[in-house]
């Protein structure tokens, strides 16, 4: 059972690499990171402590859908959302920064 995961800058993730890891509550992601896969984080619905680094330009599509404890601030240097990336999540506020792409659907179901 995975409850935290260290990343060392170096890593590349692929989509779906920490799908339903449901006990997964805190996550170290690369400072280096440019994206965050399709799928990646999706259900893992105790994921509370993850920052998205500056310099991340892409959150792909249901890259935290499920992530329900999950509130995210975003960086400045994003650019797109995918679609239903952050469906089913609770966030309770919302800044983007400008000029973000959304792709549909991405906060569909943030209660």
Known sequence: MIT??????STTLLAEAFSYCHHLTKV????YAKNVPSSC???CSHLES???PEGLTHIYSS???GA???NPR??????????????DTAIDSLILPEGVSLGGNEFYSCD
């Open 63 to 65: 890259a935290f859908s």
């Open 41 to 43: 984080f999706i259900n």
């Open 28 to 31: 170290h992601y690369p400072k």
């Open 68 to 70: 329900t404890k999950f």
């Open 74 to 87: 975003f960086p400045k240097s994003l650019k797109s959302i995918g679609s239903s990336a952050f469906e």
């Open 50 to 52: 993850f920052v998205l």
């Open 4 to 9: 935290e995961a260290i990343l060392p800058d």
